[in-house]
């Protein structure tokens, strides 16, 4: 049994500051982070070792990572990302696949389901509509860590067809879960945070309009600030179409939710240039 108030806690400020037992119980998969600063602690190393010392794992006759040098100077994603490569590597048969991204969301660590994220991403027999409909539990994860590596993830899958993504991510922009809303914003924002930039976004952002007009007065905050973050990215190389569609949204849509999001998508901008109240 582990304790409530480990269970209940808010996280250390620093990452120096988690203490040991926390650190012990999230490097043995027996509880999920709560901040970033757990998140970046955690020994994916020994995670996958605990891990494949489980008898189901051991079933599914998945090699153990060798060499755990492979980990060595990589940031917290990456080392998600070379773990779930040598997952999926390892899996030819799309049913086993399946069973295998099924027990990864399963898993008490947010960091192990991180590993699902990813080897969704990575694996070269799914289709792009696939990858799309496995993501979607992980997308709406309780922990915002699973959320963020789930766009994460199949960032490189929109880069590769982005007009089949913008397809399909537009039919995500008026689902019912905002959490899934969101997910079609963040994953095509043109400077993604801990991502590649999208070249064809900077210089076209209008190519996004099918998924960003539906979500211009969503009444989600956690949607409206991506969204917001999306054009300030797009505010970078194109000013004055960020202006242009702020000011459409404002005239269209003159609601609270529109104006924070307004607001918000024009910070980086000359103040004596923005669109008044």
């Given at each position: 049994?582990?304790?409530?108030?480990?269970?209940?806690?808010?996280?250390?400020?620093?990452?120096?500051?988690?203490?040991?037992?926390?650190?012990?119980?999230?490097?043995?998969?027996?509880?999920?982070?709560?901040?970033l600063c757990e998140w970046l602690v955690v020994d994916q190393g020994q995670?996958?070792?605990?891990?494949?010392?489980?008898?189901?794992?051991?079933?599914?006759?998945?090699?153990?990572?060798?060499?755990?040098?492979?980990?060595?100077?990589?940031?917290?994603?990456?080392?998600?990302?070379?773990?779930?490569?040598?997952?999926?590597?390892?899996?030819?048969?799309?049913?086993?696949?399946?069973?295998?991204?099924?027990?990864?969301?399963?898993?008490?660590?947010?960091?192990?389901?991180?590993?699902?994220?990813?080897?969704?991403g990575a694996h070269s027999a799914l289709k792009l509509k696939e990858r799309?409909?496995?993501?979607?539990?992980?997308?709406?994860?309780?922990?915002?860590?699973?959320?963020?590596?789930?766009?994460?993830?199949?960032?490189?899958?929109?880069?590769?067809?982005?007009?089949?993504?913008?397809?399909?991510?537009?039919?995500?922009?008026?689902?019912?879960?905002?959490?899934?809303?969101?997910?079609?914003?963040?994953?095509?924002?043109?400077?993604?945070?801990?991502?590649?930039?999208?070249?064809?976004?900077?210089?076209?952002?209008?190519?996004?309009?099918?998924?960003?007009?539906?979500?211009?007065?969503?009444?989600?905050?956690?949607?409206?600030?991506?969204?917001?973050?999306?054009?300030?990215?797009?505010?970078?190389?194109?000013?004055?179409?960020?202006?242009?569609?702020?000011?459409?949204?404002?005239?269209?849509?003159?609601?609270?939710?529109?104006?924070?999001?307004?607001?918000?998508?024009?910070?980086?901008?000359?103040?004596?240039?923005?669109?008044?109240?």
């Amino acid at each position: 049994m582990i304790d409530s108030q480990i269970l209940n806690r808010k996280g250390a400020r620093t990452t120096a500051g988690v203490p040991t037992e926390v650190l012990i119980l999230l490097n043995q998969g027996k509880i999920e982070t709560v901040n970033l600063c757990e998140w970046l602690v955690v020994d994916q190393g020994q995670l996958v070792q605990v891990l494949w010392s489980e008898k189901k794992w051991k079933a599914l006759g998945l090699r153990l990572l060798g060499d755990k040098s492979v980990l060595e100077g990589k940031t917290a994603p990456k080392k998600i990302e070379a773990i779930a490569r040598m997952i999926s590597e390892q899996i030819s048969d799309l049913k086993k696949l399946k069973e295998i991204v099924g027990l990864l969301l399963l898993h008490p660590s947010d960091l192990v389901r991180g590993w699902g994220c990813y080897v969704i991403g990575a694996h070269s027999a799914l289709k792009l509509k696939e990858r799309f409909e496995w993501i979607h539990p992980f997308a709406t994860d309780r922990n915002m860590s699973v959320r963020e590596v789930a766009w994460m993830a199949l960032r490189e899958s929109v880069t590769h067809d982005l007009d089949g993504a913008i397809k399909i991510l537009s039919r995500f922009s008026t689902h019912a879960d905002p959490n899934i809303r969101r997910f079609a914003s963040e994953i095509t924002r043109p400077r993604g945070v801990w991502a590649r930039h999208i070249p064809e976004l900077k210089e076209q952002p209008e190519r996004a309009l099918k998924i960003l007009s539906p979500l211009k007065s969503d009444p989600s905050r956690y949607v409206q600030n991506s969204v917001a973050n999306w054009l300030n990215d797009a505010s970078k190389s194109k000013p004055q179409w960020v202006r242009q569609i702020c000011q459409q949204w404002r005239r269209e849509s003159p609601t609270p939710e529109t104006a924070y999001l307004v607001k918000r998508a024009l910070r980086s901008l000359d103040p004596t240039d923005q669109i008044g109240g």
